[in-house]
Nanobody, 120 residues
Framework: VQLQASGGGLVQAGGSLRLSCAVS????????TGWFRQAPGKEREFVAA????????WYASSVKGRFTISRDNANNTVTLQMNSLKFEDTAVYYC??????????????WGQGTQVTVSS
């Protein structure tokens, strides 16, 4: 299983960005796919995830109401739409696939990171 993240960039506070994660290979239907992020000097944290079917989604409280995760199984893509971006959203964002957990997601497969920078 391989995950390829794309879509990061530089945006002003209040702006929007869309991240995409292309998933190749076969994953278990029990696996969710989602996003984590890691800011400089901080630990990696869960952002959002969606079930294999795309029928359910869950979010970190810090992004709920601003970010939306969606899944297109026909194209094997998971998208994270990020609106009303804040300076504190600046981080390297990673897509991952794994089992749903109380912490959000247990990442078994990981993509490379994509940088999101929000200027204040």
């Amino acid at each position: 299983v391989q995950l390829q993240a794309s879509g990061g960039g530089l945006v002003q506070a209040g702006g929007s960005l869309r991240l995409s994660c292309a998933v190749s290979g076969r994953t278990s239907r029990s696996y969710a796919t989602g996003w984590f992020r890691q800011a400089p000097g901080k630990e990696r944290e869960f952002v959002a995830a969606t079930s294999w079917s795309g029928g359910s989604a869950w979010y970190a409280s810090s992004v709920k109401g601003r970010f939306t995760i969606s899944r297109d199984n026909a194209n094997n893509t998971v998208t994270l739409q990020m609106n009303s971006l804040k300076f504190e959203d600046t981080a390297v964002y990673y897509c991952a696939a794994g089992l749903k957990a109380t912490t959000g997601l247990l990442g078994r497969y990981w993509g490379q990171g994509t940088q999101v920078t929000v200027s204040s």
